[in-house]
């Protein structure tokens, strides 16, 4: 992390679809169980298909990934898996019922793109690390993708936002448009204050500052001679932002300290704040908003499909699944 830089929550989504995106599902609990439970070991029923124990265990483990072990063992958590994946298997089984498939080639165009992606080596290891087969991820992803490909079909003549919808999107969330100011700068940050005086003299005296930081800077940046790309004022530690903020393009600062230790900087360049025009974002919001209108339609297309596909679950088996018992 650069030092005085605050962490900035990033969300993505990869090509390998490694999470349910929608978690809307009827969830129906039977309390006296299954019909001979213990021989069939049936936890769940959703339409013609019936989920042992052992595949929605695999399920379940496949859709955590990257959680850690408390989160995986609480029955709150092991119950919200059972309703992202009840949701999952509905949708599977309506594609089933309209004889909706993947294209010939999809899935392995898919891994193809991942391997290349990760590297084949780096992506095997993370699936080591996750307690995870390759064959198994393998038959979960093609499932996937075969989700998406059928929400994909379902939801394709969901109308497109109106102009008068975009517009008043628009005129409503005004923050949302509006670029801050921003400043690219270099900084060399040290231990001490001493060590901070001594460089800011040697710079003063004509010495190459990208060259000084590579030396004697602690912060991650040094190796790029202590330059920070593009940046706006609320992410950074106060005292920065303050100062980085009030200097014109060029000059040297005095000596700023931060909880981080003693900075030294100088700004490289300065992208003043502008407000976009609803010509240069109308793409944008036409995509968010056709995005929001087709989740919406979903939802509730998911919401129909547990009155469609009989749902039954037996809640004593689903309590007694444990999910990576090797943790």
């Known amino acids: 992390m650069i030092p005085g830089v605050k962490n900035k929550t990033r969300m993505t989504f990869s090509n390998c679809g490694l999470i349910f995106i929608f978690n809307a599902a009827v969830f129906f609990f039977l309390g006296c169980g299954l019909v001979e439970q213990e021989k069939s070991r049936v936890v769940m029923v959703v339409g013609s298909r019936e989920i042992t124990t052992e595949a929605l265990k695999k399920d379940m483990e ?162 790029s001679g202590g330059e920070v790309g593009w940046i706006a004022r609320a992410h950074l530690e106060e005292g920065m932002g303050r100062g980085l903020f009030s200097m014109p393009q060029g000059k040297l600062s005095p000596i700023v300290e931060t909880p981080y230790g003693y900075h030294i900087f100088r700004v490289l360049a300065i992208r003043p704040g502008i407000v976009k025009e609803l010509p240069d974002v109308i793409e944008q919001i036409e995509t968010k908003l056709l995005r929001q209108k087709r989740e919406i339609f979903l939802e509730k297309w998911i919401e129909n499909l547990g009155t469609h596909f009989e749902v039954k679950i037996n809640q004593d088996l689903l309590n007694n699944v444990e999910l990576y018992e090797n943790l």
């Open 62 to 223: 496949f859709l955590s990934a990257g959680m850690n072990g408390l989160e995986r063992h609480q029955d709150q958590y092991r119950n919200q898996l059972a309703e992202q994946l009840i949701g999952h298997y509905l949708i599977l089984e309506y594609g089933k019922e309209k004889g909706i498939a993947l294209p010939e080639g999809a899935l392995q165009s898919a891994l193809d793109d991942i391997t290349r992606e990760y590297g084949e080596e780096a992506f095997k290891e993370a699936l080591l690390r996750e307690y995870v087969d390759f064959d198994q991820w393998k038959d979960q992803l093609g499932e996937q993708l075969l989700e998406f490909k059928i929400l994909e079909t379902v939801s394709k003549d969901v109308a497109p936002p109106t102009y008068r919808e975009i517009e008043q999107y628009f005129k409503n969330n005004p923050a949302e448009f509006r670029c801050p100011k921003m400043v690219k700068f270099r900084q060399i940050v040290t231990r001490t204050r001493g060590e901070a005086e001594s460089l800011l003299k040697r710079i003063k005296n004509g010495e190459n500052m990208s060259e000084l930081a590579r030396q004697y800077s602690i912060a991650p940046e040094a190796e």
